[in-house]
């Protein structure tokens, strides 16, 4: 790209020949340059984290009063030779179960009470459907939920900004289920006479071949309302993050400087303002997306929707300790890596982090 | 002929309280290869008058007056042609010390930016060029244009501030402050780049300070301004040195001279505060901190009046010239 060395990463030899030496990079002795050692001990902090989400989420379980037994065959007809087992298993020193465990966090001993199938193979079969939904649900947002702060906060005090102000306050501090219930009951159910247009529940009409073309508009038919539902919650913290952070940007002497260079109005939003409004609002997506995913509860048990979320709630319904411990175990993950990534992500955007 | 020339010019804020009166009624002008300090205590209304010439100001000023640039008046002109006019012509030097560069880009950028935005013909490689023989010219290694402003230092940030000043050969330099957050020793070296670039160049200077000593050793002419207004204007040896007006006269005591026993034994400060733009008292309006004043100063206006050779000076005192 350039002509020029980097002064951070080349260690360049040529002497100064103004006054002020140039900083050098403190490369910490290891060779490393600064954005392969703040990636490197971002991802030891999120591994360190991970340990810990393990040992507690075997702990906590086995924290729970009540026989733990009985909670894990609770409905079902287990053969006494079995439960026996299963007794002499947790019978076992508490470190030799742990080490168990960290073998394989997912496959528990037992299987999930309600659906008695491995809980492993239950998880990564609903973790597709809630990717879809949610994924879909937060491109949109995003995309939707930063246009309308940038065009709010640039305008600050115009019309659109009063009224999407408006909007996007009221839609933050709507509950999500009852948002989904008030589009399930409107475009799904039907109002005032009106019949319902979309699907009132699940990822597809049942008997539909979801591998062929005709599967996915009906699956995406299907999709329309618990994707709007997420969107329109999602949006409205994009937006009003967005919003104030270009608004706190607009004041800055370094926007004055780009107008007397000649930009237009245009320009100095693109080039200069929204760049660097946008660092906070990246963060908070992905920072989110950890929790979007166990936020998605509500709205797939509203929706019937047969991602983590609903799983979630039949496995809290049982309870099926089985099953939650290993759901647990997801979200935690899913946390965990999220904030790795906006860690890391924020340091390519903005390179004030990296140093 | 004046490259900019300020005729009359006035800067009305709206605000909550009503109208504030920043600037009343200043004329001033800088012909090619001279350069002009403009000096006074904050709030004073230095960068407001300045803040005309490229009209940078907030919505929420009023203008009036006429802002000549080259010639042409910058208050009348059309967007298209003021953002043409924007930097080709005049440029500003900010406090590139402080927030003046934009954090996330790489300063080279930043300085190719005008040049890319005017010189539509200038192809990338070219540019890249014009790039780093800026930052050498004003003692740089060519390859800080890879850097980002937080990996300089104050007085880094501050030349490349000059460099990108230059970047479209501007006929006119306004340089807000620009030392003013330096240290003393890096102060003087970038005023040193700033004074021969400037020279070497043969271009039209505005250098906005509050401190005299710096002003008069960087400019050919000084004006002085208290409460939105020009107290005292003309050559900067001789105001520094044997001002025309008390209040000049205090601010170039506020900063002694090492060395010069008149500053040793007078250690002078100000009491008092300058007034609120709106508020400022009848007659002159520097007579409740004046320590010359008398009664005939709180009744009479008072305009700027020549006091010599090339000098003014607004004060009642001041040697009469004939008229």
Redesign the interface.
């Known amino acids: 790209m350039s002509l020029i060395q980097d002064v951070a990463g080349g260690g360049g030899h040529d002497p100064v020949p103004g006054p002020p030496p140039l900083p050098r990079k403190d490369k910490g002795g290891k060779g490393l340059s600064p954005g392969a050692s703040f990636a490197l001990r971002k991802t030891g902090a999120a591994l360190g984290t991970l340990f810990f989400v393990l040992v507690v989420n075997f702990f906590l379980f086995r924290l729970l009063p009540g026989d733990p037994i009985g909670m894990y065959t609770r409905g079902r007809n287990v053969p006494a030779e079995q439960l026996a087992q299963l007794r002499a298993e947790l019978d076992r020193p508490i470190l030799e179960q742990f080490l168990t465990y960290l073998r394989n966090p997912f496959s528990s001993t037992i299987d999930s009470a309600q659906f008695n199938r491995p809980v492993w193979e239950l998880v990564t079969e609903r973790i597709w459907p809630t990717l879809l939904l949610v994924g879909t649900a937060i491109v949109l947002a995003s995309i939707i939920g930063v246009w309308i702060g940038i065009k709010a906060g640039w305008k600050r005090g115009k019309s659109f900004d009063k009224v999407s102000t408006g909007v996007t306050l009221t839609l933050y501090s709507m509950p999500e289920f009852w948002l989904g219930m008030i589009l399930l009951i409107v475009f799904g159910v039907g109002v005032l006479g009106l019949p319902g247009v979309f699907p009132i529940g699940g990822i597809s009409t049942p008997g539909v071949d979801t591998s062929s073309l005709a599967g996915w508009l009906d699956v995406a038919w299907h999709m329309v309302l618990p994707v709007t539902t997420l969107t329109l919650v999602y949006l409205a913290e994009y937006a009003l993050v967005m919003r104030s952070s270009l608004v706190d940007e607009m004041d800055e002497d370094y926007l004055t400087t780009a107008r007397a260079k000649g930009l237009s109005d245009k320009f100095v939003r693109r080039r200069h303002a929204v760049p660097n409004a946008l660092l906070p609002t990246i963060t908070l997506i992905f920072l989110n997306l950890g929790f979007t995913v166990s936020g998605a509860i509500t709205v797939e048990t509203v929706f019937s929707w047969p991602g983590l979320g609903l799983l979630s709630y039949e496995a809290l319904r049982g309870p099926d300790v089985a099953l939650l411990q290993a759901i647990f175990l997801l979200f935690s993950i899913g946390v965990v890596l999220a904030n790795l990534v906006a860690d890391l992500l924020y340091a390519v955007i903005d390179p004030r982090v990296r140093s | 002929m004046a490259v900019l020339e300020l005729e009359d010019v006035s800067v009305t804020y709206r605000s909550a309280e009503g109208a504030v009166p920043a600037v009343r009624g200043v004329s001033l002008s800088v012909d090619a290869g001279r350069s002009l300090g403009l000096a006074g205590e904050s709030g004073s209304g230095k960068t407001s008058v300045t803040s005309t010439v ?1 009209r ?1 100001l907030p919505k929420s000023a009023t203008v009036t007056g006429r802002v000549l640039l080259e010639g042409e008046d910058v208050l009348t002109m059309k967007w298209g042609r003021l ?6 012509t005049a ?2 030097v ?2 590139g010390a ?8 790489r300063v ?1 950028h930043q300085i190719a ?2 040049i890319r ?2 010189e539509k013909s200038v192809s990338e ?1 070219t540019a ?2 014009r790039v ?1 023989e800026l930052l ?1 010219q ?11 402003p ?4 104050g ?2 940030k501050q ?1 490349v501030m000059i460099a ?1 000043a230059l970047a479209c050969g501007p006929k006119l330099i306004v340089a807000d402050e620009p030392t003013t957050a330096l240290d003393v020793m ?1 102060q003087q ?1 970038v005023l040193g780049v700033l004074a021969d670039r400037v020279q070497d160049l043969g271009l039209a200077m505005v250098f906005i300070s509050h401190d005299l000593s710096v002003l008069a050793s960087a400019c050919d002419d000084l004006a002085v301004m208290y409460a939105g207004q020009v107290v005292e204007q003309g050559p900067s040896d001789q105001v520094f040195d044997d001002a025309h007006h008390p209040y000049s006269r205090a601010l170039g005591g506020a900063y002694p001279r090492i060395g010069d026993l008149r500053f040793r034994y007078a250690p002078s400060g100000l009491p008092g505060d300058p007034p609120f733009p709106g508020e400022a008292p009848s007659g002159c309006a520097f007579h409740p901190r004046c320590p010359q004043a008398r009664e005939v100063c709180a009744t009479t206006d008072v305009e700027l009046r020549p006091s010599g050779e090339r000098r003014w000076s607004s004060c009642l005192f001041a040697p009469e010239v004939g008229t």
């Open positions: 490229l940078l953002r043409a006019v924007r930097w080709a440029s500003v900010f406090q402080m927030h003046a560069l934009n954090p996330v880009q080279g930016e005008p935005l005017h490689p890249r060029k780093g050498e004003v003692g740089l290694p060519s390859r800080v244009a890879q850097s980002y937080h990996q300089l230092s007085g880094q030349r990108m890096v070296q």
